[in-house]
């Protein structure tokens, strides 16, 4: 993650999910931390009139082009405030339920990002990988959020200016270097108002959740069943806050929490990344081949702290126009933080990077980026930012805010501490202002919600799940002893068993239920 995003999904970790990347949420030193703000109030349970062409609407179902999936388009407001001023379309995908057993009824999925495509994740991941004894009793559906992928996308920079801004320096260590930065930091913001359109200013959690509920009604479920990872928990939260009555099955899964403001979400997220990197390192210095030095986790931190140091001033070939710098192979570390499945490559694009080739390391930043070989990138980044920009006062009003705030940074991680600092910078810019505030959510009145935390996450550290759970009235704390972000469908049977039961049977796992 470079630490310009919020957050990322876990399952196919660095390809069809959800990012949460620290900086990027671009949170709020303007809003003091705990519960400041006001929640946004319930929904009426009474239909608005307003909206009744919008919960009557009818999908036509089409072929998707990818087998036992189709493909619909659903409309909603562009404005809730203003129903008549305009729609989103948004892009919706499902499979049925594929037996044996009786159809319960739809089963939402979100992957996470902001910014990740739900669709994609469904189609890529969940409609064929989630467990078969809840594919077989639910439909398996998915709407891209406004903003994201194939719901009307945010735009912002092209291939080559996102390369360029990809590249620029996250650590700088004088005066031009914090002028650059900052400088690419507007040039984003000022990029993606230009070329977003109308949706800019629509694209809040809040909005998505109450598409979410028009969804829900035009698919006939009287109540709402969904799994939500990593920023897809802040969502779900979101849909049990304005709609406590329609919660059906609600699993969040790598929970954010949302009393906090975004200055302390960046903080405690960078402190995530250094768990998992030390995590990451002790398994490494036992191996005679680890790049970091086979001595201490301590030895192993110093060693890549240095590298990234070397790499500020003299960047090293990728077999391409773009070197590999401080900033790419910071991005490309993180990405691997996500699963500890990828550590082996991990091992091996750091052992190239540091002998002077930067092709593998390079290639794990592209694939957090969602850059393309052809020099594309998908609107991951740009919904992410539009997403959180929104949903939270930006966490620094400049870069003497900033400035201040690196020590607590580097006190979190001293490896990431002053890169994903400065990252948070990027809301500072942001041409549209933001609609939300951090707040705890309860959720009063709504059914049991299941929320899963894993001891050594790292992009939501599981303080934050621990958090929602207390915050939900009817909120249950699942755990998950390991590492990676989030639990579900990740190898533990005990996870798994747990959640596959809440789904299928309604019996919530007992509050504080620890599995490995």
Known sequence: MDSRRLLRTSATALA???????????????????????????????????????????????????????????????????????????????????????????????????????????????????????????????????GVARSEPVECLTGPQMDTYTQIDQTPDEAAETTALTTSFKGFAAGCGKRAGAVLPHVSTVETARDMDILRAVLGDEKLTYVGASYGTFLGATYAELFPGRVGRLVLD???????????LNRDQTAGFETAFRAFAADCVRRPECPLGTDSVDGASGNLKGFFRALDTNPVPTGESRRLGESLATTGVIAAMYDEGAWPQLREA??????????????????????????????????????????????????????????????????????????????????????????????????????????????????????????????????????????????SDCIDSAINTYLLEGTAPKDGKRCT
Request: aromatic share 8%; net charge neutral; with cysteine.
């Open 16 to 146: 069809a999910a959800g990012l949460i990347l620290s900086g990027c949420a671009g949170g709020s030193d303007a809003a003091p931390s705990g519960p400041s703000a006001a929640a946004p109030p319930a929904v009426p349970s009474t239909p608005d009139p307003a909206l009744a062409s919008f919960y009557g609407q009818k999908l036509a179902w089409r072929d998707c082009g990818v087998p036992k999936f189709q493909c619909a388009t659903l409309r909603a407001p562009l404005d809730y405030a203003k129903p008549s001023s305009g729609e989103v379309k948004l892009a919706v995908s499902r499979v049925a339920a594929s037996g044996p057993g009786k159809r319960i009824g739809s089963l939402l999925v979100n992957p996470g990002g902001p910014g990740g495509s739900a669709v994609g994740y469904l189609q890529g991941y969940a409609g064929i990988g989630y467990p078969a004894p809840v594919r077989a009793r639910y439909d398996m559906v998915a709407v891209d959020p406004r």
């Open 254 to 264: 790598g929970a954010m929490d949302p009393s906090l403001p975004a200055i302390d």
């Open 350 to 491: 750091l052992t190239s990077a540091m002998g002077g080739e930067g092709a593998s390391l390079l290639a794990l930043a592209d694939s957090y980026y969602e850059r393309e070989p052809d020099g594309t990138y998908a609107n991951l980044m740009y919904a992410n930012a539009a997403v959180n920009c929104l949903d939270l006062p930006a966490a620094f009003t400049g870069p003497a805010d900033v400035e201040k705030a690196v020590p607590s940074f580097e006190k979190a991680s001293p490896v990431f501490g002053k890169g994903l600092a400065w990252a948070a910078l990027n809301c500072t810019y942001w041409p549209v202002p933001p609609t939300g505030r951090p707040h705890r959510i309860t959720a009063d009145g709504a059914a049991p919600i299941v929320v899963v935390g894993t001891t050594r996450d790292p992009a939501t550290p599981y303080k934050w799940a621990q958090s929602l759970a207390d915050q939900l009235a009817s909120g249950t704390l699942l755990t998950y002893e390991g590492d990676g972000h989030t639990a579900y469908g990740r190898g």
